[in-house]
Nanobody, 117 residues
């Protein structure tokens, strides 16, 4: 089992920045990928960005050039730096980890990000 604790959400004006953090504990040796998803009201949960153990990253087209995912292995923490925020970035953001096996998929509790216009 992996436990994930997120922090850093909040209310920000359009054009502003926020940094989300997600600290992992438990069976962290099983983690292969760490990432962030988001879910806006009435919409499906979507991938924002993920980072593999080998350092490969993948971003949603809508956030490329504005968001940056990074990881501090010493702290078992993944970050999402969000710049130039837009109202359409408003959503609940969820931290996610994925191991090599299908059942090794874990979610954080979610953190609300609200961007006002």
């Amino acid at each position: 089992q992996v436990q994930l604790v997120e922090s850093g959400g909040g209310l920000v004006q359009a054009g502003g920045s926020l940094r989300l953090s997600c600290a992992a504990s438990g069976s962290i040796f099983s983690i292969n990928v760490m990432g962030w998803y988001r879910q806006a009201p009435g919409k499906q949960r979507e991938l924002v960005a993920h980072l593999t153990n080998s350092g490969n990253t993948n971003y949603a087209d809508s956030v490329k050039g504005r968001f940056t995912i990074s990881r501090d292995n010493a702290k078992n923490t993944v970050y999402l730096q969000m710049n130039s925020l837009k109202p359409e970035d408003t959503a609940v953001y969820y931290c996610n980890t994925q191991g090599l096996l299908p059942h090794q998929r874990y979610w954080g509790q979610g953190t609300q990000v609200t961007v006002s216009s």
